[in-house]
């Protein structure tokens, strides 16, 4: 699944970024940056600086504890005859998310999906520079909670994603979805009217939505490190495409459309007089 966050935000309360990448629970109630958020900000940060190594880890960390949690409730209810059931499956997912979120939130952002991590850094609420690293993180933790979960319950049923129709039904489900998540997670993530605090239980509850609907179709990845990591364990990669394409499109596509909406004080003249529309949006 997925969650999100932003690199290098303008100074909030405390909780008012738990998703966004060096915002929440590390500046003081006056709104001044720390010193590391101002080399987030600037893009000067070292790339092996011991800050990143932990935000590395919590990725790895988050991802892992994320998808162990989900696949493992789906395997778990195909191994004994549905005492999991669906909606406890959505719910586990949903749940999962939430509680990672205000768990990690304030150290690496929480993205646990490489899509999120991607659509971020388009917005340019994110480094280019660190995003490989992320996204390998993020592959690395479902990857290893993959392994686990065959050492633990072997091969006999798939706790991936394929598609349960056509490639095309899924890879447009898929896209909607993600589009929806991001929408939510740029929302209470980046934006400074919204209730910080919620962050973690928007998000959540966004995925168990989503999943309830779009699960028993295209299996509600939204998050292609998810369906990347039990694929390389199990060796079973139908329309792999679909989740690598789709996530990444609609969570792209999801982040530059609450942009559209986002807050800004300036007039369109001002906008418009001195730069792009697409900057000026990025930018407020």
Known sequence: ?????????????????????????????????????????????????????????????????????????????????????????????????????????????????????????????????????????????????????????????????????????SLVLEFIITFYLMFVVSGVATDNRAIGELAGLAVGSTVVLVVLFAGPISGASMNPARTLGPAMIIGRYKGIWVYIVGPVGGAVAGAWAYNLIRFTDKPLREITRTGSFLRSARMS
């Open 1 to 169: 699944m997925a969650a999100g966050g932003e690199h290098g935000a303008n100074g909030l309360q405390e909780h008012a970024g738990a998703l966004e990448e060096g915002r929440g629970g590390v500046e003081n109630q006056t709104g001044r940056e720390s010193s590391e958020q101002t080399l987030n900000r600037t893009g000067k940060q070292p790339m092996f600086s011991v800050q990143f190594v932990q935000k590395i880890l919590a990725e790895i960390f988050g991802t892992y504890m994320l998808i162990f949690a989900g696949c493992a409730s789906v395997t778990v209810n195909l191994r004994t005859g549905g005492t999991v059931t669906f909606p406890g499956i959505c719910i586990t997912w949903g749940l999962t998310v939430m509680v990672m979120v205000y768990s990690v939130g304030h150290i690496s952002g929480a993205h646990f999906n490489p899509a999120v991590t991607f659509a971020f850094a388009t917005c340019g609420r994110f480094p280019w520079k660190q995003v490989p690293a992320y996204a390998a993180a993020q592959l690395l933790g479902s990857t290893a909670a993959s392994i686990t979960l065959r050492l633990l319950f072997g091969t006999e049923h798939f706790f991936g994603t394929v598609p349960a129709g056509s490639d095309v039904q």
